[in-house]
């Protein structure tokens, strides 16, 4: 079942589109401010999210431009104001539709169901091969940002996620600590190889059978790991 984010500070609005979209056979979460709204934007998968654009603590322009560097799921944008609207358009933020209130329930559902048949098919077969990784049981969609381990999704952080992805690009190679962390984390980072060191074993946690045997990424004693292919 598609699973549906509103980012809507009105509740009325909130409601309306809740019973119409779980009507459908949507599966949908409400949050009335923006920042609560972006914090499970990036911590949790939803399949499309619709965003109002005046919302308080952090508004819609912010939270989709946040979303779209994690993130490409469907973002459809909702707002009062036309002008608003050819705003956002302008901005190029990455919002997939503009919806201007009021607008009818069946509409919106339509529209919705229409994004997630397109994004379902990109997702599918309709990426580009070198977008996805597959390495037996592991499945990483870097257009998407997301991660199966036999079949099943996990949820990475930005650092486990690019740490992974990094490894999995380049497997059989060895790799020290510091390599990876100057690859991973910047400059101004704070941390140091141990901080590798964790990530790794929080990474095996979510990717590996029995942690202490690992299966993906191995540890070469004394010098760093290798992701084994
Ligand atoms: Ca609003």
Redesign the pocket.
Known sequence: MSKILII???EAIADLERDYLELSGFEVEVEYRGDTGLKRSLEEQFDLIIL????PEIDGFEICQRIREEKNIPIMMVS?KKEDIDKIRGLGLGADDYITKPFSPSELVARVKAHLERYNRLVGSGMPKNEIIEIRGLKIDKTARRVWVNGEEKTFTTKEYDLLTFLAENPNRVFKKDELFREIWDMESVGDIATVTVHIKKIREKIEFNSAKPQYIETIWGIGYRFKI
């Open positions: 809507e500070d009105e109002d654009l005046m919302l009062a």
